[in-house]
Nanobody
């Protein structure tokens, strides 16, 4: 069955970096676009980043653009999120998700309804 397992979260100080990983199994990883979302305590889940099947097109939320980089290794079935210059407002639980199909608009890639499998998430806390 499809499984997505995130790792790499932790407690860091403002300005530091973290790299999240998402290991996919149970399907042909390279056949599906993938996304990262996050959910802060008491808030709705929000879009962070998206990559198409071959990482040729990527899209980011305005709040992370220029600081976060999404990437994937289709040979190893891994999705990554490199997070630099972290801020306290980046504190959240981060989830990777499989898109149901290639998504071509900003509205579509940010809609949780367009993702059919989710991991359990990994906690990122940015605090001094």
């Amino acid at each position: 069955q499809v499984q997505l397992v995130e790792s790499g979260g932790g407690l860091v100080q403002p300005g530091e970096s973290l790299r999240l990983s998402c290991e996919a199994s149970g399907y042909t990883f390279g056949s599906y676009p993938m996304g990262w979302f996050r959910q802060a305590q008491g808030k709705e889940r929000e879009f962070v980043a998206y990559t198409n099947r071959i990482a040729g097109w990527k899209n980011y939320a305005d709040s992370v653009s220029g600081r976060f980089t999404i990437s994937r290794d289709n040979t190893k079935n891994y999705l990554y999120l490199q997070m630099n210059s972290l801020k306290p407002e980046d504190t959240a639980r981060y989830y990777c998700a499989r898109a149901t199909s290639p998504l071509g608009t900003a509205q579509a890639i940010s809609d949780v309804k367009n993702y059919d499998y989710w991991g359990e998430g990994t906690q990122v806390t940015v605090s001094s």
